[in-house]
């Protein structure tokens, strides 16, 4: 077919803006290439001690003006120059480099100059020049690393405290954030500075920084804002026009749930839950989609409110976050560090003492968290879940979210979406998302805002979900995998002596020594490995109840389970077996042998029945073997259904380590747990060391 003359300029259009496109790439490829040349080039001339001081003046000039340099850069030429006097004479070269005004390139690296020749009057002087052209508070974010190296301990809580709702408040921000806390509150608690101030201020920190610094201790762990923002509420309510949507908005919640299933202490935080979400979604106008229209904003912009509480309750409206919160070290320091498994963001978080008590490694918090009165805060109720419950309720959030996406950019969600989306909770089956989100890059802001709107909606059915996961009864299983039950049967036999004979031929089958008539039944050969690890253990608690190894006989033969026990008397047998199948199994083997077996009586108990209700996670405990002799050593070289029938070594030097991690942070949870009552857990330390996986490898 011959091309017109209008389709042959559309493809000559289309090769030209092919080409175009290529030339452009290849530029910014070659100017990237460039760039990494040209860091590395002043990076070397920074780091070698030879390079002259106008040049390294000048390399930082060059690399920095007119913004503020690196916070360590004068710390590390001292130190690869052996002398702070070069860092100094570094800096005297910047301010003839550029006469004039000083730049933040010349007042930043002129205030650590000064302080590492210990001229820390002038550091400060230097400092708040540069503080001085940046008016902006929230520009000053930005200078908050280098006032922490300084010394400038209670400038930069007081910053801090004042922006952490602001988006510039970002992970850098919030590590300095806690780090200085600590640093404020080890001076008080004794560890005064000796000297001078390190803030520089000319006097002793006593009468320097030190009511400054215990003022922002306190205020951190202040919730008396919350506290009265809470009671405002309450008080505002009756008689507004939200009194009855907060109501509905409650009442939906709870009649969502099934809480007819539920206990009245369990029921509870879903209320208290509710109040809160209800105080941002419930809305008086049935015809607004406004994320004005909530008690909030009535309350904020009523005259009779304190400015006080209309500032926090503007501060809820707007920044309030819901997510799945996990705290990885749950020691006081004054706050906690928690990573929200969703996003991916991590927060510094003040908390009552009694939302965190006795909170295991790895735990994670369902709820809100809102940044008030300096801090970013528990709002009140926390569901707390374990690492391996909060993987799969971040994956019904993440299913949510991609059907919302999908709405919201006008599209259909697939099948498998819609699917995903109704499908409940995936209790022992989810991805590690708790391991995961160490190792993503965060959620971007409006991520952020989006994936909290969809975690808070759905708190009452997580909750649901949660607690009908925790109530339903465990299915236990014996070693064949049939599923638990006590049997004990009477069975009458024809020709019992004649049985004797064959079971006795029976390598299944053995009668004891000391009574003849009592038989056991014997299944599959114990694994080498795990036999052992159960003979440590019996060792192990043998040597507790005061025995000395001389009284443990080893076994002269390979171990094999006992799938029951047999006892003859007259024509009748009695049979006691640990599952239904097991009992049938033996009465077609009796039948086989011509014994021709008649039940005359069975009893079956189910020992989930005796089981507490609701059974709630049930910790894996450890043994009192040293781990290497015990089931631990056993566990390294074991398939692992959940590591995809790899053992713990093979998945720890494979792209399965995720899966590994996300169990060895449920056995530190579960050991935790086992602590609080006096028992013992599985020696992660141990596992770690041998897997060569350390806790903080992947935080």
Not at 196 to 201: E, I, K, N, S
Not at 554 to 576: I, N
């Amino acid at each position: 077919m011959v091309k017109s003359n209008r389709r042959r300029r559309q493809d000559r259009a289309k090769r030209q803006a092919t080409a175009a496109g290529r030339q452009a790439a290849a530029v910014r490829r070659r100017l990237r290439e460039e760039a990494v040349v040209e860091a590395e080039r002043r990076i070397g001339l920074l780091r070698d001690p030879g390079t002259p001081v106008d040049t390294v003046a000048a390399v930082i000039q060059e690399g920095y003006a007119p913004g503020p340099v690196m916070p360590g850069l004068a710390a590390l030429l001292a130190e690869r120059r052996g002398s702070a006097g070069d860092v100094v004479k570094i800096a005297e070269t910047l301010d003839a480099i550029e006469p004039g005004a000083p730049s933040l390139t010349k007042l930043t690296f002129g205030a650590h100059a000064a302080h590492l020749a210990g001229d820390h009057v002038r550091a400060r002087r230097l400092m708040d020049q540069a503080m001085e052209q940046m008016p902006d508070p929230e520009q000053r974010l930005e200078l908050v690393a280098h006032l922490r190296m300084l010394g400038r301990v209670a400038d930069v809580l007081d910053l801090l405290a004042a922006h952490v709702a602001d988006p510039a408040y970002g992970a850098v921000a919030a590590e300095v954030h806690a780090a200085v806390l600590q640093v404020a509150e080890r001076r008080l608690g004794g560890d005064a500075p000796a000297g001078g101030c390190p803030c520089g201020g000319g006097t002793a920190w006593a009468e320097c920084c030190q009511a400054r610094e215990a003022a922002a201790v306190e205020r951190f762990g202040d919730r008396s804002g919350l506290y009265a923002l809470r009671t405002a509420v309450a008080e505002f309510l009756p008689g507004s026009r939200y009194d009855g949507p907060v109501a509905e908005h409650v009442a939906e919640w709870l009649d969502g749930v099934e809480t007819d299933a539920w206990e009245p202490p369990d029921l509870e935080p879903l209320r208290r839950l509710a109040i809160e979400h209800a105080w941002i979604a419930a809305g008086a106008d049935q015809n607004s989609d406004s994320d004005e229209d909530n008690v909030l904003t009535a309350l904020a912009e009523d005259r009779a409110t304190p400015p006080e509480i209309a500032a926090a309750a503007r501060v809820w409206r707007e920044h309030v976050r819901y997510g799945l919160w996990q705290v990885a070290d749950p020691t006081p320091g004054p706050g906690l560090w928690c990573v929200e498994l969703v996003t991916g963001h991590e927060l510094y978080v003040a908390f009552a003492p009694e939302q965190v008590q006795h909170l295991p490694r790895w735990s994670v918090l369902l709820g809100a968290l809102v940044p008030l009165d300096g801090a970013w805060r528990a709002t009140g109720t926390l569901i707390r879940a374990t690492p391996a419950e909060a993987d799969a309720l971040c994956e019904t959030i993440r299913a949510a979210t991609d059907m919302l996406i999908s709405h919201l950019g006008g599209g259909r969600p697939s099948r498998n979406a819609m699917a995903r989306a109704r499908r409940p909770a995936p209790f022992g089956s989810a991805p590690p998302h708790n391991v995961h989100a160490y190792l993503t890059e965060p959620a971007s802001a409006p991520a952020v805002v989006l994936l909290s709107r969809v975690a808070g909606s759905l708190l009452p059915r997580l909750v649901a979900e949660l607690h009908a996961a925790r109530a339903a009864t465990p299915a236990p299983t014996n070693t064949d995998g049939d599923p638990l039950r006590m049997i004990k049967a009477r069975v009458r036999v024809h020709d019992p002596d004649d049985l004797t004979a064959q079971l006795a031929d029976d390598p299944d089958f053995e009668a004891d020594p000391d009574d003849p008539a009592r038989l056991s039944w014997y299944g599959q050969q114990i694994p080498a490995a795990q036999a052992a690890a159960m003979l440590a253990e019996v060792r192990a608690q043998l040597r507790a109840q005061g025995h000395h190894n001389a009284d443990i006989t080893d076994p002269d033969r390979p171990q094999r389970w006992v799938r029951g026990q047999l006892r003859l008397h007259g024509d009748q047998l009695t049979v006691e077996v640990n599952s239904q199948h097991r009992l049938d199994r033996l009465l077609e083997l009796l039948d086989e042998l011509g014994a021709r077996p008649t039940v005359i009586d069975q009893t079956t108990v189910d020992p989930t029945q005796d089981l507490p209700w609701p059974a709630g996670h049930l910790p894996l405990g450890g043994g009192l073997a040293p781990p290497e002799d015990g089931w631990e050593g056993q566990w390294l070289d074991e398939p692992v259904p959940a590591l995809r029938g790899r053992t713990p070594r093979q998945a720890a030097s494979s792209d399965h380590w995720p899966l590994l991690e996300g169990l060895l942070r449920q056995l530190e949870y579960d050991a935790d747990l086992l602590a609080l009552d006096g028992q013992r857990g599985a020696d992660t330390a141990w596992l770690r060391d041998q897997l060569d996986m350390p806790a903080d490898k992947f935080t």
